[in-house]
């Protein structure tokens, strides 16, 4: 029961949260407007130290922390992949390559012959 009052808890917060972040945005996107006579390093570090803020302010709500495991299953997942070789890699794509070559010089020559035949009709 008290697992369920500690989100409650969190979840109320949230809108506050993304507001948050939302104005650490708006204030990126301004700040780089007003400051668009500085040096350009100066302004993509600035707004780079704003969306890693606003990135951690997101990452604190029920949203942020769900998004947040989600990206770390998805690293599971991706180890657990069974990557073809290279071999594997190029046989694929030459039978791929030649697939769409074949299948090309049959939809020119069919084009081809329907011109040739429209073109006697007319």
Do not use: H
Request: proline fraction near 1%; hydrophobic fraction near 55%; charged fraction near 15%.
């Amino acid at each position: 029961m008290s697992g369920n009052s500690e989100i409650a808890a969190t979840g109320r917060l949230d809108g506050l949260k993304w507001g948050l972040a939302a104005v650490l945005v708006a204030i990126g996107v301004y700040g780089n407007y007003y400051f668009s006579s500085e040096s350009l390093f100066l302004r993509v570090a600035g707004l780079l130290v704003l969306a890693v803020i606003a990135g951690f302010v997101a990452l604190q709500t029920v949203k942020g922390d769900a998004f947040w495991t989600l990206l770390k299953d998805a690293k599971t997942e991706i180890r657990k992949v069974v990557w073809p070789s290279r071999q594997e890699t190029v046989q694929t794509t030459l039978v791929v390559v030649a697939v769409v070559l074949v299948m090309g010089l049959i939809l020119w020559g069919l084009d081809s012959l329907l011109g040739w035949m429209v073109s006697s009709l007319i």
